[in-house]
């Protein structure tokens, strides 16, 4: 399983981005697929995740009403809608999957993408 993430750049304070995970070798129609960060010098963090089956979503408080995670119809690629971007939600964002659901601890999650730079400036 391989994941791709993209579409990180650098924006202005109050700009939109929308990260997207593309995964080969495995749909995201089971499990967990979350969406990590971090930031210079930070251990990485928890930012979103969701089941395959759309049955449970959950944010960090940091983000949640910002942050919006989904998945495309086609069931391997998953999204991260950010708008209202803070120059705190600067950092490398990473997509990662797991078959077991409910994830939200890095450390347990089997697969990753290798991340894409988010830069708001003020």
């Known amino acids: 399983v391989q994941l791709q993430a993209s579409g990180g750049g650098l924006v202005q304070k109050g700009d939109s981005l929308r990260l997207s995970c593309v995964s080969s070798?495995?749909?995201?129609?089971?499990?967990?697929v979350a969406w990590f960060r971090q930031a210079p010098g930070q251990e990485r963090e928890f930012v979103a995740a969701?089941?395959?089956?759309?049955?449970?979503?959950f944010y960090t408080d940091s983000v949640r009403g910002r942050f919006t995670i989904s998945r495309d119809s086609a069931p391997n690629t998953v999204f991260l809608q950010m708008i209202s971007l803070k120059p705190e939600d600067t950092a490398v964002y990473y997509c990662?999957?797991?078959?077991?659901?409910?994830?939200?601890?890095?450390?347990?999650?089997?697969?990753w993408g290798q991340g894409t730079e988010v830069t708001v400036s003020s």
């Open positions: 990662a999957a797991d078959r077991r659901e409910r994830m939200v601890v890095a450390g347990r999650f089997d697969h």
């Open positions: 070798g495995r749909t995201f129609d089971r499990g967990t």
């Open positions: 969701m089941t395959g089956r759309g049955d449970w979503i």
